[in-house]
């Protein structure tokens, strides 16, 4: 079973976006000027689905200094060593921090899904059997961090047998503290009034603690997001924390640069003609 770790308050906490191929356009160097530290791609989905935009959001946010994960989405309808083998692939072409595993779907059908008109729900254990065989596949193939991202509601209504054994793994859940409803603003107003009032998301049952949190839903557009809501996360823990889950060092601190007195006397100490130069003139 997880172990809590030292509470990090939230103003110290990595901040982090998750993008698809529903999000058309990220500008990854603005978020990184606003404070973000991660991203998380979506990579995949099922055992055929690969997201078409994979590549292009996670060399961008790599390039803007973002650490960097990808996620797979697990349909239970699909057999889970394919699952993993479509995740392996997709993700052939994309450095990777980090893993997760979306698990989401309760429906058996995509079209009834679509029409919003769901009546086939598939069964509780096939749901966590997928969740699990998928999950422990990516860890073990990949040697990478790993997540499950799920909401407690969800594991409570359609995926209970979860419970037997999601506690022994790290948690990126998803809960939304705001009213339904855009609203567009800038990072300052965003983290002067609308960061989450609840210190936590809901855990499921036996869950010690939890690694990550989705908490904005479709709620808040800012800059650097293309004019679309963006989903907005925390890590649990500072930046260097999250550098350290992934098995990186922090980064070095840049030495200090030197002042301009400072660089003309390192500048006539390293050139002793300058020296001569003048004493000859005088």
Known sequence: MAVPRPVTPPAERA????????NDFVDFRALSGAGATF????????SQLRDGRRIQHANAARRAGLLTGGYH?????????RQVENFLRA???VQLDFCAVDVEQYWLDWEEWANHNITRILPPAQISRCARLVSEGIARRTAKPTLIYTRTTFVQAYAAPMLDWLSGWDLWLAQYPYPRGKLSLDWQTLRRQHLPQMFAPALPAGAADWRMW???GDRFVLPGGGGQPLDLNWFNGSPNDLRAWCGLAAPANPPPQPSLEEMVRRLWAAHPDLHLEKSRQC
């Not at 901040?15 to 529903?22: A, P, Q, R, T």
């Open 73 to 81: 989405w697990c349909d239970p309808t699909h057999d889970p060593d």
């Open 214 to 216: 989705q908490f904005s």
């Open 39 to 46: 991203a998380v791609v979506k990579i995949s989905q099922g």
């Open 91 to 93: 993700s052939e072409d």
């Open 15 to 22: 901040l982090g976006v998750d993008v698809s191929h529903w």
